[in-house]
Each structure stands twice: as C-alpha cells, then as structure tokens.
C-alpha cells in the first residue's frame, strides 16, 4: 500500500477535522481529491514539490494543505465545516514530475491513489 489515509469522521458543521495521508513511496507533487454519493469526483486541494499550494474555490479560507517531507506524510486541516463538504477524501501522487499551479488540480496527473477517508458533516 502506497498512501494511507487517515483522520476521518463525523463532525457538526463548524467544526474541524485533519487528514492525513502516509506515503511509503517518494512522492513530488499531492493532493486531496474529494467525491459525494452520486456525484463526480472533484479537486480540493494541491501542494506540489516547492511548497506551492492550490485550493478549489469551494474550500478556500477553510481548508489548508500541507506536507512534512521529512515524514513523508500530506496534511489537510479542515475548518469550518460545512454540510456541502460530507464526502470520500481521497489522497494522491505524482511520482514522477512536479506540477505547477495550472496542472495539479487535474486528477490525470496524479498515478497513485489511497483508499479514502470518510468525512460527514452534519447541519
């Protein structure tokens, strides 16, 4: 298993919850995709290999990504949580080649993928 999810749960709107996803491979650039019962995956949010950062204007002011390189390990701390915001999180790589701001939030780029984490927010 490549990356691992983790940090998920069930929160009232408002709250905070951060994600966490190891990665047992050197990985460039990550991010943090999302999907919602019936509903097509999305982008959330990106950092790629010099620390720029990307977000999906939904979760903009909210949400922040971050990487620990020494641990190899993606973070997103989520504030503010909102309904709209319940879905699967997903994390993923590109192990290849750094992304710039333009192509991270194209989930094509990214080669592997973790499993998901569950977040629910509730009104």
């Known amino acids: 298993v490549q990356l691992v999810e983790s940090g998920g749960g069930s929160v009232q709107a408002g709250g905070s919850l951060r994600l966490s996803c190891a990665a047992s491979v050197y990985t460039s650039s990550m991010g943090w995709f999302r999907q919602a019962p019936g509903k097509e995956r999305e982008w959330v949010a990106s950092i790629n290999n010099i620390g720029t950062t990307s977000y999906a204007d939904s979760v903009k002011g909210r949400f922040t990504i971050s990487k620990d390189n020494a641990k190899g390990t993606l973070y997103l701390q989520m504030n503010s949580l909102k309904p709209e915001d319940t879905a699967m999180y997903y994390c993923?790589?590109?192990?290849?080649?750094?992304?710039?701001?333009?192509?991270?939030?194209?989930?094509?780029?990214?080669?592997?993928w973790g499993q998901g984490t569950q977040v629910t927010v509730s009104s």
């Open positions: 993923a790589a590109n192990t290849l080649r750094g992304l710039t701001e333009a192509t991270m939030r194209d989930a094509s780029r990214f080669n592997i």
